[in-house]
């Protein structure tokens, strides 16, 4: 791409990889929170990115852009692009048959045809929506290391509060990026030239995540500002941090459980955090929720800072005028395994009796509110079928203009890290007991009934299945059940058993663990070849 639109931060041209000498900042944007002022007015300078990262105001909006631009790897289809085609996330009927949308997108269950394709688009725009993340922050990074040199007094604070926030940005979408593709390109920005890279080593490229995370840990706050939510904290760096040592891959050198359990531990004992009671108050869309998350992506329900996801979660059958906060266009659907029952004959799923999570998670019903489901021929027999709830935005009538928080770290998954640390220490039954006193209770109300608290003679490898149906319960469509598939080894397993297109089509095989290498990075960057495409593609 020649150009990376960072929407209302600011603008930069990347033509050609010349140095990078000029960014446009809207100076009534300093912080995004509220979009309707600079909406108003045109953008009145352009400067520098020396005049900018001189001027420690101009910075702060700087880096509140590089905010916004993550946030977009979560703004409508594109946030659903990597929950697809695992065994807790499929495609609706229409979504993945019809053959204007099937070859690519539609990929993404099916694990054929497109998915394979050098030039899929959507594959590519998960790449393409994460790099000028890393480009930018890099950027900021190169004068804030310098400044801090010679900073002193409040300018020292300031400065030190804004490596924080580059680094924790650069780290969480590096992270993701090594994830799903393994060794990839880093981009750095030196005295103003945008630098491309051959594929990193996952050691270089988990050292450079784990030493982002760790200057965050060092200079950011250990309280959160109700002012600025984009802050990262203390134990926002932490928790991040012992995700990289359980989720890296074993390659890379980094997986650390022990690391991961002391880190883990030191947010329970000192963070402050708690879960929120009930399981509900957590999916309201009101900015209450700083008792459990420690980290978060803010939207509100106002274009233009919405994200649109109920449109994609959403059903085609209560559309309607999009006067429903049910309705949308079925893209994403829990599957089977996802929205079933334990007990269900039909093969089975996660849930269990009296699961205050269940309904909380998945819409079962549309006849709500005098909505009565209609659904529209020839767009799937899915339609009325279960659909995810997380999403729906009670705060708006519009499907479309909804925004709620997307959470990107929550103390419950902090507490079953924890227990998964524990049990592979040999420590089952302390860790049995926090998945029972602490997620389990809260899923029943606050009073888990004896036949569902989990038994403490349990083994280890029964531990190991129970937790990942856990996790899904616990933090489904929360964007973390690709990872953990891929950090536990049940990628293929699980997906070619409980996603209804992947099991139709005989995949995922091995090698579509990781992406392929988009098209357009191998044409433009100068450092990789098609040699240099992840096997089996």
């Known amino acids: ?25 809207f100076l009534t944007a300093a912080s995004l929170v509220s979009c309707s002022d600079f909406l108003e007015e045109p953008p009145r300078t352009y400067q520098s990115s020396e005049q900018i990262f001189a001027d420690l105001a101009k910075t702060q909006a700087f880096l509140d852009g590089v905010y916004f631009k993550w946030k977009q790897t979560r703004v409508n ?19 993945c048959m019809q053959e204007s949308y099937s070859y690519y997108q539609g990929a993404f269950d099916s694990y054929d045809r497109g998915y394979n394709e050098w030039d899929n688009q959507y594959i590519a725009e998960i790449w393409n929506v994460r790099y000028p993340v890393i480009t930018l922050a890099s950027e900021a990074l190169m004068h804030l290391r310098e400044k801090e040199k010679t900073a002193t007094g409040t300018d020292s604070i300031k400065i030190k509060s804004c490596i924080a926030q580059a680094s924790f940005y650069r780290a969480n ?49 250990k ?13 926002a760096a932490k928790g991040m941090l012992a995700k990289i040592y359980m989720y890296a891959q074993e390659e890379s050198g980094f997986r650390n459980l022990n690391k991961a359990k002391e880190l883990l531990q030191e947010i329970i004992e000192q963070g402050g955090y708690n879960l929120i009671m009930p ?47 049910m309705g949308g266009y079925d893209l994403a659907l829990p599957t089977k ?13 996660i849930w269990e009796s009296g699961d205050q999570r269940k309904n909380e998670s998945i819409r079962y019903s549309f006849n709500e509110a005098g909505y009565s489901p209609a659904a529209v021929s020839g767009f799937g027999n899915d339609q009325t079928a279960p659909h995810i709830k997380k999403f729906e935005d009670k705060r708006t009538l519009d499907f479309y203009e909804t925004g709620k928080d997307f959470f990107i770290l929550r103390f419950s998954d902090v507490l079953l890290l924890y227990a998964e640390c524990l049990n592979e220490e040999g420590n089952t039954a302390d860790a049995v007991q926090i998945v029972n006193n602490r997620v389990r209770t809260r899923a029943w109300g606050g009073d888990l009934p004896e036949a569902m608290k989990w038994k403490q003679s349990m083994s280890q490898s029964e531990f190991r299945e129970k937790i990942m149906d856990e996790r899904m319960r616990e933090l489904c469509f929360e964007n973390w059940r690709r990872m953990d598939l891929l950090r536990t080894g049940k990628f293929t397993e699980y997906i070619n058993a409980r996603n209804r297109w992947a099991k139709a089509s005989g995949g995922p095989k091995e090698y579509q663990q990781r992406f392929l290498i988009p098209l357009i990075e191998i044409e433009q960057n100068p450092h990789i070849s098609r040699e240099n495409q992840n096997s089996g593609y």
């Open 1 to 25: 791409m020649n150009k990376y639109n960072l929407s209302f931060g600011f603008f930069i041209s990347l033509k050609s990889l010349k140095p990078l000498k000029f960014v446009m900042i």
């Open 337 to 349: 395994y996802c929205h079933q029952d334990v007990s269900n004959p039909d093969g089975g799923g």
């Open 77 to 95: 289809r594109k946030a659903f692009f990597t929950m697809l085609g695992s065994d807790e996330i499929q495609q609706g009927e229409y979504q």
């Open 223 to 235: 309280k959160a500002d109700p002012t600025n939510v984009r802050i990262p904290t203390v134990w």
């Open 173 to 221: 979408v590096l992270f993701e990026l090594a994830r799903y593709w393994g060794e990839v390109p880093i981009s750095q920005v030196v005295n103003g030239e945008i630098i491309l890279s051959e594929r990193k080593p996952l050691a270089e490229i988990y050292g450079m995540i784990e030493s982002d995370l760790k200057a965050t840990e060092e200079y950011a706050p």
């Open 279 to 325: 399981y509900s108050k957590l999916w309201t869309g009101a900015d209450n929720t700083d008792l459990e998350v420690i980290y978060k992506l803010a939207f509100n329900n106002t274009w233009p800072d919405t994200n649109e996801l109920q449109w994609y979660a959403g059903s085609r059958a209560v559309a309607g005028d999009r006067k429903c906060y």
